[in-house]
């Protein structure tokens, strides 16, 4: 566990972004350290993609700051986002191309050395056990191999931060589980991992700390044990929804 004198890798502080009649986002900060795996959980409508996409720099917040391993957003969006590894729900792949062939791809996009290129390859297809597809066009994969295709893409450059956006949705249990050693494997080497999932159990064994989000804005955060004993309830399900009744009392 990163030490709390430590600098987050990911830090950012207050955003807000408004669209036409709704606030999507409102001053929500988020800090991930070096070696740490942070939960953001909430219901559809939260306000989760909105602020991992800006968190990103997909999309340009209406205020706030966002800065990845030490490199503001707003100062030079190119280099913050080579420290990045960023996973979207409809991330897509190339259909006609391989899972190896749009690694290699990307690789060279990051400007990768082709020895390093190609040993980075070769974990990832053993570590996610891709070698079955690896070298077969992504139209032809399942849901689950290509998700497994799209996180390898995430980590291939060995970025400082993962931004992952439910990466096992929709997934059956043991793709789901190749995913989540994945994040296990990245948080051991030292990334910053931030993660959205519907999907408690997961969160609950994976996180070192968790952001419980409702209507655009954080309604806590912490560790599990410390959302648990201030919720008064058992489990991480139960603890949300308190949160929930007490921001709707509130509101």
Do not use: W
Request: glycine content about 8%; overall charge negative.
């Amino acid at each position: 566990m990163p030490t709390p004198s430590s600098t987050p890798a990911l830090d950012a502080r207050l955003l807000v972004k408004r669209f036409p009649g709704v606030n999507a986002v409102d001053e929500v900060s988020i800090h991930v350290h070096p070696g740490e795996v942070v939960g953001l959980l909430g219901p559809n409508g939260a306000g989760k993609t909105t602020t991992l996409r800006m968190l990103a720099g997909i999309l340009t917040p209406d205020a706030g700051s966002v800065s990845v391993a030490g490199v503001a957003m707003h100062e030079d969006p190119l280099a913050a986002k080579r420290r990045l590894g960023f996973l979207t729900g409809d991330t897509q792949l190339y259909q006609r191309l391989s899972p190896r062939e749009v690694l290699r791809y990307f690789g060279e996009l990051y400007s990768l050395d082709r020895g390093v290129l190609e040993a980075r390859i070769a974990r990832l297809v053993d570590e996610l056990e891709m070698s079955s597809f690896a070298d077969r066009p992504c139209a032809t994969l399942s849901s689950g191999q290509k998700q497994r295709a799209n996180i390898a893409r995430a980590f291939l450059h060995a970025p400082d931060v993962l931004i992952l956006d439910e990466p096992t949705t929709a997934l059956d249990v043991i793709s789901g589980q190749f995913i989540v050693e994945a994040i296990r494997r990245e948080r051991t080497a030292g990334r910053a991992v931030l993660f959205s999932t519907h999907i408690m159990g997961e969160a609950e064994y994976l996180c070192d700390r968790i952001y419980l989000m409702h209507s655009g804005r954080i309604v806590d955060e912490g560790p599990l044990d410390d959302l648990l004993a201030r919720s008064g309830q058992a489990n991480l399900t139960d603890a949300f929804l308190y949160h929930v009744r007490v921001s709707a009392v509130r509101a």
